[in-house]
């Protein structure tokens, strides 16, 4: 059986369309956990109206935690022999299960991770090229750099191995996950999955690419990730808590065959990247926290912070890999050239005048 875990924060209006979908897959056997994260909608009743219908439903009502808390909470409660996360408000092909299953029992896999696309205002997004599954095993050369692509995110030295770092479209064996304690973590808001992805594929002795998209991500101005007022919002302990996250990041690419060269490179791109991410915490829009002055000093201290830690050699020379995510032409060679322009600025002591241009004109935003 495969538990399918869906946490649900008021999505009243996308419960039933995504259900109809998972109900319609062409394997039968799987039961769907809804964990409910404190919704304040009429989730909950629209779940309990499904649950009449269909015995496969499980639904649970729990404080609000977010959204790694609720997947961990279902991943407690798991019945399955095997596991698949599904969000809330995304669409799934009718034969996802069926298709991910065949691979994980075909190749003996500890997880196997398909094709995505998006799904935007009614229109689909390309679909990747289908072809045969690919096997990895830790024995094999290739192994390393696939889980490049993975951690580095954009940065890798062999970039034509791409695994996404979403935990969506992937089945996993329910007892591997146990075994090796791979849970989901909070470091710095919308990375959890992303971490959860590279604990799984670090430790699997054998994973399997399946090309087919079996899954939508629907982009909308309500979710998560795409609304500005969610997402522009202040992070208490961002800076404390990316030091975390890089402790993770460090230890994960040990593993993966770099040089110590490619090591260092990925330490810079982590410190430029927290000194942003501080900056954009203080700066986003609809964020009225603090004061410009406060603001800025809270900045000041955090570059401060990594002065003392130690700087990176050539900090800013090569561009945040990540300000550029899925852009192309002139508005990706606009955001490296911002990104520039503020790392200078926090770097030669003129935090206030990062702060204040980020704020009031320039806009940019780096926590995903």
């Given amino acids: 059986m495969i538990s399918v875990i869906i946490p649900i924060y008021n999505g009243e209006e996308f419960i ?23 919704s304040l909608d009429k989730s909950g009743e629209r779940i309990a109206a499904l649950a009449a219908e269909d015995d496969r439903i499980r639904y649970f009502r729990k404080e609000n935690g977010g959204i790694a808390s609720a997947r961990n909470y279902g991943l407690d409660r798991a019945r399955g022999e095997y596991v698949c996360f599904v969000d809330q408000d995304d669409f799934v092909k009718p034969d996802m299960l069926a298709v991910m299953l065949a691979d994980i029992k075909t190749t003996g896999a500890d997880l196997v991770k398909a094709g ?41 030295p062999h970039p034509e191995y791409h695994i996404t770092v979403s935990v969506w479209s992937c089945l996993f064996c329910t007892d591997f996950l146990r075994k090796h304690n791979i849970r989901f973590y909070r470091y710095c808001d919308y990375e959890d999955d992303w971490i959860f992805c590279i604990q799984a594929f670090l430790a699997a002795e054998r994973f399997c690419l399946e090309k087919k998209t079996l899954y939508s991500w629907r982009i909308h101005g309500r979710s998560e990730s795409h609304n500005r007022i969610k997402k522009d919002r202040y992070l208490e302990g961002l800076y404390e808590n990316h030091k975390k996250m890089e402790a993770f990041l460090l230890e994960a690419v040990e593993e993966i065959g770099l040089t110590d060269a490619q090591k260092e490179d990925f330490r810079r791109e982590l410190q430029k990247q927290r000194l942003l991410w501080v900056l954009s915490n203080e700066t986003g ?12 000093r809270l900045v000041k201290q955090a570059v401060a912070a990594e002065r003392r830690r130690g700087l990176c050699k050539s900090l800013n020379r090569c561009p945040l890999s990540i ?27 003129m935090e206030a005048l990062a702060v204040l241009l980020n704020k009031k004109l320039l806009h940019g935003r780096w926590h995903i």
């Fill in 285 to 296: 829009r609809g964020i009225d926290r603090h004061t410009l002055k406060e603001s800025s």
């Fill in 116 to 156: 995505t696309n998006t799904w935007t205002d009614g229109t689909e997004g390309a679909v990747h090229t289908e072809q045969e599954s690919v096997l990895v095993s830790s024995a094999a050369g290739e192994r390393n750099f696939y889980l490049q692509s993975l951690i580095l995110r954009g940065v890798s």
């Fill in 16 to 38: 039933e369309d995504t259900y109809r979908q998972l109900a319609a897959q062409t394997e039968r056997d799987f039961e769907l956990l809804y964990v409910d994260d404190g």
């Fill in 323 to 349: 300000s550029g995510y899925g852009t192309t032409g002139i508005k990706r060679q606009y955001h490296l050239l911002r990104d520039r322009l503020l790392t200078f600025l926090l770097l030669h002591h």
